[in-house]
């Protein structure tokens, strides 16, 4: 378990380049780094439709050397979100980030079990893998394993629209933690002056409440005033469903080898607290926030 605490300054002209910028956690991110005058450079697959004042665009693919090179020049630091399903690609973007020595934040998974010689399931596989590759680079890497996020529930938002009832493949329970919190955590680390950097064990940032998707879609009603309930799909069914609604094959089938495999987690720490300062919010609090996500 970390031994540091929330850095006590942050330095605010900072250059960080942030991947996957254009996601949930990203965009918080984004945001936050901007409140705090840092010098901000997105790496995005494509021209958002509201470019942001004030943030340097590079567009392009994460495993596409040249586009990191250029996208690294001059950055003090990296956050980087490694949305896809196989590390291998990684090994040309580690030698891009040897090179330019950034101070790395990886945003990883809090379901890797460090005992075991193989993880649950492919998602969780590849950020235990991509942790030895940053670390075996020398890169020390700052790495922030994040709870499931609460923004995964927008996936809900099209059902919801048309009735009480979500269905889909379920997940064992997990604290699931809210996006704003981890950006929060990883803008703090980004930010941290030098000799506050925090240093090696990974920092496991959980919510409060350890819950099911039945738990969550019941909270989400609360706050909208309906009874919603979370029906279970076999697995045939979802992913038939996950395939008509045009989800590529690959991330169908590690989605559900996650929803067979990953075990239950009651893990609930209090690291988000440490790094920023602010105890984690509540899911509940998650739904009041973003009622109009489910208009
Ligand atoms: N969601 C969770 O519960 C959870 C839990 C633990 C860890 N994490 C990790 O946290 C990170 C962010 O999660 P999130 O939920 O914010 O994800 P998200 O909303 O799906 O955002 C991911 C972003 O990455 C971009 N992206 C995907 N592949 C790319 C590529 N090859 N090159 C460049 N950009 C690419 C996507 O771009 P487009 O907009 O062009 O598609 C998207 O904007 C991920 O790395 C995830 O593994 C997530």
């Not at 840092?38 to 942001?52: G, K």
């Not at 809090?110 to 649950?120: G, L, N, P, R």
């Not at 559900?256 to 990953?262: D, I, M, P």
């Amino acid at each position: 378990m970390p031994d540091t605490h929330r850095p006590t300054g942050t330095h605010h002209h900072a250059s960080v380049l942030v991947t996957g910028a254009a996601g949930s956690l990203g965009r918080e991110v984004v945001d936050r780094l901007q409140e705090h005058g840092a010098r901000v450079r997105c790496l995005v697959r494509r021209h958002t439709t509201r470019p942001r004042p004030g943030v340097e665009p590079v567009i392009g693919d994460l495993t596409d050397p040249t586009v990191l090179r250029d996208a690294l020049r001059g950055m003090d630091a990296v956050l980087l979100l490694w949305p896809l399903l196989d590390s291998a690609p990684a090994h040309e973007l580690v030698a891009e980030l040897v090179a330019a020595a950034p101070r790395v934040v990886y945003v990883s998974s809090t379901a890797i079990d460090d005992e075991a010689a193989q993880q649950s399931d492919p998602i969780v596989q590849v950020h235990a893998d991509m942790e030895v590759l940053l670390r075996d680079a020398g890169l020390r890497p700052v790495v922030l394993r994040s709870d499931t996020l609460a923004s995964n529930a927008r996936g809900w938002a099209a059902q919801l629209r048309a009735g009480d009832v979500i269905a889909g493949s379920d997940i064992a329970r997990t604290a699931v933690v809210d996006e704003r919190d981890v950006a929060d955590a990883a803008v703090a680390v980004l930010l941290a002056p030098h000799d506050a950097r925090p240093t090696l064990p990974p920092y496991v940032l959980t919510g409060p409440e350890v819950l099911s998707r039945a738990d969550q879609i019941a909270r989400l009603g609360a706050v909208l005033g309906r009874r919603l309930s979370f029906q279970s799909l076999p697995a045939d069914l979802a992913r038939s469903r996950m395939l008509a609604d045009g989800r590529p094959e690959r991330l169908v089938e590690a989605l559900l080898a996650a929803s067979a495999n990953r075990p239950e987690s009651h893990r609930v720490t209090d690291h988000v607290e440490r790094l920023t300062g602010r105890p984690a919010g509540t899911f509940a609090r998650w739904a009041v926030d973003h009622v109009a996500d489910f208009g």
